[in-house]
């Protein structure tokens, strides 16, 4: 009987460290392996329409210019300056290329002095047309769309 009960005891510990998850499995079949599924990720802010641009308010105005290298796909923006010079914390630029849709955006620091420049590597596609942004963020808390508009490279070779 003594047999028995050692048989129990045994065939209940298995029993127990099976239903546990104890038990390791060296079948590599019993887990199958994932397919990949590979989901293009959209940016929902990128958009090469430009927006509405906003009024200054009064004694605010501020400038930045934009240029783009018709040889480079290098697009510069300066600042030029304005009455609202002092009171601006900063001023942001975004680039949205067109020919891989990044969304890059550089900023001038606090105060910015006049004649200061941003580069951006604009799309380097012929007579693709990038979209930049410009905005202000005063020390008031007022934000200022300055411009929003698209610039097209040329390569003129």
Do not use: H
């Amino acid at each position: 009987m003594n047999y028995k009960l050692v048989t129990v005891c045994v065939l209940l510990l298995a029993a127990l460290v099976f239903v546990a998850g104890c038990v390791d499995s060296n079948d590599p079949s019993e887990t199958p392996t994932p397919t990949p599924t590979v989901t293009p990720t959209v940016n929902p802010d990128f958009s090469l329409t430009p927006g509405p641009t906003d009024e200054f308010p009064a004694g605010k105005d501020v400038t930045v210019q934009i240029g783009r290298d018709s040889n480079k796909p290098t697009i510069t923006a300066t600042y030029a300056g304005g009455k609202g010079t002092n009171q601006v914390s900063r001023i942001e630029v975004t680039l949205y290329r067109a020919d891989d849709s990044q969304i890059i955006t550089q900023q001038f620091g606090k105060e910015p002095k006049i004649g200061t420049e941003l580069v951006f590597e604009g799309s380097s596609t012929p007579s693709t047309s990038d979209r930049v942004k410009v905005v202000a963020y005063y020390y008031s808390g007022e934000v200022v769309v300055v411009s929003d508009d698209l610039y097209t490279y040329k390569n003129r070779t």
